[in-house]
T-cell receptor
Framework: GENVEQHPSTLSVQEGDSAVIKCTYS??????FPWYKQELGKGPQLIID?????GEKKDQRIAVTLNKTAKHFSLHITETQPEDSAVYFC???????????FGQGTELSVKP | GAGVSQSPRYKVAKRGQDVALRCDPI?????LFWYQQALGQGPEFLTY????????KSGLPSDRFFAERPEGSVSTLKIQRTQQEDSAVYLC????????????FGQGTRLTVV
């Protein structure tokens, strides 16, 4: 079945710096790749997603890139702010049903 | 409603007790998913409904876990004879039209089995 690997597990940056989180997936049939932000005690919040017919998508300070050949996708956060501190999860969804397969998570800490 | 609503937020159960967790999806959302999230881990898929039909239950860890969505809206995840390894956050998500749309998560129910 599908497997999603996420790196790094923890990431600490200074406010204003950029942060990059990378994920790889195993199932070449996967066609939808969302990113979620999870704050302590809350459910995952969708922040951006990308479909397999697109190579890059940007929304203000957040961008996601997808390399289908290499089966990896990345989240880029620019001009980080302390409120970006949270756990970020990547996920992949194939064409067999709607379930998402999640990575292990990255704990991002943005220091003021 | 404005978002996916789950209740209770917290549940403490004695080992061997049965529990029922409720999910109210976003109004009009066809698909509903249950995930289990262990401490420090990513959510893991349990089961998936499209309207009232349970289309995938491959992630349910044992026959002690049972989910239903009888009228195609509210769903209940039931765990019988709870064990300590069932302690986790149980997340519900819904999406509008099934497999090709975004999934939105509720706050989760934190289950602690003592």
């Amino acid at each position: 079945g599908e497997n999603v690997e996420q790196h790094p597990s923890t990431l600490s940056v200074q406010e204003g710096d950029s942060a990059v989180i990378k994920c790889t997936y195993s199932d070449s049939a996967s066609n939808y790749f969302p990113w979620y932000k999870q704050e302590l005690g809350k459910g995952p919040q969708l922040i951006i997603d990308i479909r397999s017919n697109v190579g890059e998508k940007k929304d203000q300070r957040i961008a996601v890139t997808l390399n289908k050949t290499a089966k990896h996708f990345s989240l880029h956060i620019t001009e980080t702010q302390p409120e970006d501190s949270a756990v970020y999860f990547c996920a992949a969804r194939g064409n067999q049903g709607g379930k998402l397969i999640f990575g292990q998570g990255t704990e991002l800490s943005v220091k003021p | 409603g404005a978002g996916v609503s789950q209740s209770p937020r917290y549940k403490v159960a004695k080992r061997g007790q049965d529990v029922a967790l409720r999910c109210d999806p976003i109004s009009g959302h066809v698909s509903l998913f249950w995930y289990q999230q262990a401490l420090g881990q990513g959510p893991e898929f349990l089961t998936y409904f499209q309207n009232e039909a349970q289309l995938d239950k491959s992630g349910l860890p044992s026959d002690r876990f049972f989910a239903e969505r009888p009228e195609g809206s509210v769903s209940t995840l039931k765990i019988q004879r709870t064990q300590q390894e069932d302690s986790a956050v149980y997340l519900c998500a819904s999406s509008f039209r099934g497999v090709n749309t975004e999934a939105f998560f509720g706050q989760g129910t934190r289950l602690t089995v003592v």
